[in-house]
């Protein structure tokens, strides 16, 4: 019944800005801290961005500064601004609701392709 849904990927020039979305479905959403992951072809998946149920964000050292991540209780939907792009941003981009705890489990979404190049 839980589902995550991400959108917004494609393909831009280095320079350029995306937002992605994550609807989430079958959860309260404002339950949970949710995370975006990114990962590259050969590489292992990393963390981007976090944001605690109240809404402070944390973000990697490789994009703070350019990307912003928010949420939307209400809508239940986790964003991802992200502008000046670069190449080394290529990657699948995954939505995490993170459970917490023993009685509550992680959810992924499906990933979003994000493509950065000239």
């Known amino acids: 019944q839980v589902q995550l849904v991400e959108s917004g990927g494609g393909l831009v020039q280095p320079g350029g800005s995306l937002r992605l979305s994550c609807s989430a479905y079958g959860i309260l959403f404002s339950n949970y801290p949710m995370d975006w992951y990114r990962q590259a072809p050969g590489k292992q998946r990393e963390l981007v961005a976090s944001?605690?149920?109240?809404?402070?964000?944390t973000y990697s050292d490789s994009v703070n500064g350019r990307f912003t991540i928010s949420r939307d209780n209400s809508k239940e939907v986790v964003y991802l601004q992200m502008n000046n792009l670069k190449p080394e941003d290529t990657a699948n981009y995954y939505c995490?609701?993170?459970?917490?705890?023993?009685?509550?489990?992680?959810?992924w979404g499906q990933g979003t392709q994000v493509t950065v190049s000239s």
């Open positions: 995490r609701a993170n459970g917490r705890t023993i009685f509550k489990p992680n959810y």
């Open positions: 944001i605690s149920r109240g809404g402070s964000p």
